[in-house]
């Protein structure tokens, strides 16, 4: 794998400093993993479709900003709604969804293409 960097230019636009980095990178356990978390949300979506189905538009909005780690004053600042109305709408969605803690949160925005 490698990447570069450019920190100055000169007047023309070509470069003048560049930081180059490259490091080696097993492709075949890189992309093996990546198979095996694709088909491990895949499965995850498939068993768990019809309880996503159940929330409403808001829902999967304020269930986006929870898994991006919003909290619940930022996400109501976002949308204009009262503190209290997200932490409703969490507790629905947790309700919907049959979840208690974060990580599931995260792993249904993550399955259900949300982040």
Not at 55 to 83: G, H, N, V
Request: glycine share 2%; proline share 3%; net charge neutral.
């Amino acid at each position: 794998m490698a990447c570069a960097r450019i920190f100055k230019w000169d007047d023309a636009r070509n470069p003048e400093l560049v930081l180059c980095n490259f490091s080696p990178m097993d492709t075949i356990h890189f992309i093996g993993n990546k198979a095996i978390r694709l088909q491990e949300e895949v499965e995850f979506r498939f068993q768990h479709e019809e309880e996503f189905e159940r929330l409403t538009p808001r829902e999967l909005e304020i269930l986006k900003y929870f898994a991006l780690s919003k909290s619940s004053a930022e996400i109501a600042e976002t949308l204009f709604i009262s503190e209290m109305t997200v932490k409703t709408h969490r507790k629905h969605i947790k309700k919907k969804l049959n979840i208690g803690s974060y990580f599931d949160l995260v792993q249904y925005a993550r399955a259900f293409d949300l982040i």
